[in-house]
C-alpha cells in the first residue's frame, strides 16, 4: 500500500506563488503517473496537471496552462506543482493521485484513472 503525502499549501495574495510537493512511499516510483487534482467544497475533483514516470510527458488543464508546472525528482520520490500567478479562483483543497502502469504517458486528468489518492493539501489565495 502506498502512503502519499502532500505539503506546501497555504495563504498566498492573489498574483503569488506556491509550490505544492507530494511523497509516495514506494520502490518503484518511476513506474507510476502523477496527478494533481483540486477541489472545492461540495464540488467534484477536477484535473490540474499530470507527469508521466519518467518526468517526460506532462498535461494540464486549460485553466492553469501557462502559470503552473509540473515536475517529479524520481531520487526523491517527489512531485512537484509550481503554482504562479494565482487567483482567487485557485482556492481549493488539492490532492496528489497515483495512476500505476504509467511510465511513459501522463495520465489522462479523470479521477477514475488513478489508483490511489493523498489526503489533500490547502490553498487560499486572498488578499
Known amino acids: 500500500q502506498f502512503q502519499i503525502v502532500e505539503s506546501g499549501g497555504g495563504l498566498v495574495q492573489p498574483g503569488g506563488s506556491l509550490t505544492l510537493s507530494c511523497v509516495v512511499s514506494t520502490f518503484t516510483f518511476e513506474d507510476y503517473g502523477i496527478g494533481w487534482f483540486r477541489q472545492a467544497p461540495g464540488k467534484g475533483r477536477l484535473g490540474v496537471s499530470s507527469?508521466?514516470?519518467?518526468?517526460?510527458?506532462?498535461d494540464y488543464a486549460d485553466s492553469v496552462k501557462g502559470r503552473f508546472t509540473i515536475s517529479r525528482d524520481n531520487a526523491k520520490n517527489t512531485v512537484y506543482l509550481q503554482m504562479n500567478n494565482l487567483k482567487p479562483e485557485d482556492t481549493d483543497i488539492y490532492y496528489c493521485a497515483i495512476k500505476k502502469s504509467s511510465s511513459w504517458v501522463a495520465p489522462p486528468l479523470r479521477t477514475a484513472e488513478y489508483d490511489y489518492w493523498g489526503q489533500g493539501t490547502q490553498v487560499t489565495v486572498s488578499s
Open positions: 507527469i508521466s514516470g519518467t518526468g517526460d510527458n506532462t
